[in-house]
């Protein structure tokens, strides 16, 4: 399965600033990308590239005063499976855990351990350890939280959500990672881009997308606390212990957002034309460079 995504996202400075952007396809998927532009600036503006404590491909730019817009298009090979589900997979004790997975154990910016340990224990404590208690994780938050865009706050706790019972996909990856963590499981952040693929269409516009993965069984597993379904087409952006880690636009001044356009979706077949050079600055058909 071939999936086409992108984006265009412009922000306006009223001075040169230097921004810091996590939009690259994360490393683990850059094999399966066949076809892609250059990551495109307007005006153009050189950058840095270098990869953060998490892995992440990360871009450094000094935004000149005035509009500033990153563009990028790219079409990647997927499996067209879901995320594999192992409900046999168990937990994996503290004292055998790898060392670089204990970062994720712990309390982070907007993930407090601290606040949510007891409620956690007494809500799953019961429960079979390992893959059915990451689930029953999900399954609470899924029904504990209601989604909604107008619901977004940048500065909303894992606890908060809990309390308030509302939020955006960051909000439901946050409480589930939190959860999980009080439970000694690890679990970390992602983000990236998930389509409408085999699902009926959202009619809201498309966004990059928030979920996490548990550590059971020595490996990494993919879980949605907002969808909590498997899903086909994700493709990782960025990971870290919570969204602190993984902006996609860090900015270093004042700024405004005037653009921001996402796209995934499925392509059947490659491009039956020659690829154009660039991309479409209008961005209503992005191409293939």
Known sequence: MLIRLGYEIAIDCPQPMPVISLLDVHKDRQHDIKRQTKVLTSPFTACDVYEDSFGNSCRRYMAPQGGFQILYDALVEDSGEAEPCNPLAGETPVEALPPETIVFLLGSRYCETDHLS??????????????????????????????????????????????????????????????????????????????DIGVPPDPAPMDFNAWFEAFLDGRWYTFDARHNVPRIGRVVVARGRDATDVPLLHSFGPHKLTTFKVWTYEQESYPVRPPARGIDRTLTTPLIG
């Open 118 to 195: 007891d409620l956690a224990w007494r809500l799953f404590g019961h429960v079979p350890p390992g893959w059915a208690r990451v689930q029953a994780i999900c399954d609470y938050v899924n029904n504990r939280l209601s989604f909604g865009y107008g619901y977004a706050r940048a500065t909303r706790t894992a606890a908060q959500a809990h309390e308030e019972r509302v939020g955006v996909c960051r909000d439901f990856a946050h409480l589930a990672i939190t959860l999980c963590r009080c439970m000694n499981i690890p679990a970390r952040y992602v983000n990236g881009y998930l389509g």
